[in-house]
């Protein structure tokens, strides 16, 4: 079955970056749109970064659009989430996602979408 684990959260300092990673198995991962979503305390789920099957198309929350950046490694059943010149409001649990596509220009940017989930990640952004 679909695994994704996630790795690289902690704690940073405002302005610091951190790159975060999501490793899936039990699919055929270039198959799938791939996504991170956050969630901090008492804070709904929110879209940080979706990206298509190829790459190709890409999605970003408001908040974080010029300054976080998705990627993936279709060889390495990998995506990324390089997050730059961080703020405090970054702090949240960063979770990513998965959801098998048919057509490569499809992404998806919404929670419920997504029927495979990491267990997510801690980034801790202090001031």
């Known amino acids: 079955q679909v695994q994704l684990v996630e790795s690289g959260g902690g704690l940073a300092q405002a302005g610091d970056s951190l790159r975060v990673s999501c490793t899936a198995s039990?699919?055929?991962?270039?198959?799938?749109?791939m996504g991170w979503f956050r969630q901090a305390p008492g804070k709904e789920r929110e879209v940080v970064a979706g990206i298509s099957r190829s790459g190709r198309a890409q999605y970003y929350g408001d908040s974080v659009r010029g300054r976080f950046a998705i990627s993936r490694d279709n060889a390495k059943n990998t995506v990324y989430l390089q997050m730059n010149r961080l703020k405090p409001e970054d702090t949240a649990v960063y979770y990513c996602?998965?959801?098998?596509?048919?057509?490569?220009?499809?992404?998806?940017?919404?929670?419920?979408?997504?029927?495979?989930w990491g267990q997510g990640t801690q980034v801790s952004v202090s001031s």
């Open positions: 039990g699919l055929t991962f270039s198959n799938y749109a």
């Open positions: 996602a998965a959801d098998a596509t048919v057509y490569d220009f499809t992404l998806y940017t919404t929670p419920a979408e997504y029927d495979d």
